[in-house]
């Protein structure tokens, strides 16, 4: 069972960026692949993007050219850099395991993001 806590969200205003960190405990994390997924109010969960063990990137197309996805393996961590931040950007992220663009981990509590307009 990986444990895992998001870290780095906070009031940014529009135009702005933020990396957020995702810390993994209790399993394999290197050999795991980890996906980033935000929700904001009244919405579903929606994927943003994911790496696998070897580094090889997928992004929501929402988001891509604003976002970049990355990983440390010897700290357990996976981040995600959003740049050019939006107020539709508000939204609690979420980060844990996945299959493409598929959840397949349990969640931790996740992060806060609202972007200011």
């Known amino acids: 069972q990986v444990q895992l806590v998001e870290s780095g969200g906070a009031l940014v205003q529009a135009g702005g960026s933020l990396r957020l960190s995702c810390a993994a405990s209790?399993?394999?994390?290197?050999?795991?692949?980890m996906g980033w997924f935000r929700q904001a109010p009244g919405k579903q969960r929606e994927f943003l993007a994911s790496?696998?063990?070897?580094?090889?990137?997928r992004y929501a197309a929402s988001v891509k050219s604003r976002t970049t996805i990355s990983r440390d393996n010897a700290k357990n961590t996976v981040y995600l850099q959003m740049n050019a931040l939006r107020p539709e950007d508000t939204a609690v992220y979420h980060c844990?395991?996945?299959?493409?663009?598929?959840?397949?981990?349990?969640w931790g509590q996740g992060t806060q993001v609202t972007v200011s307009s």
């Open positions: 844990t395991r996945t299959i493409g663009t598929m959840a397949i981990g349990s």
């Open positions: 209790g399993s394999i994390f290197s050999i795991n692949e």
């Open positions: 790496i696998t063990s070897g580094g090889s990137t």
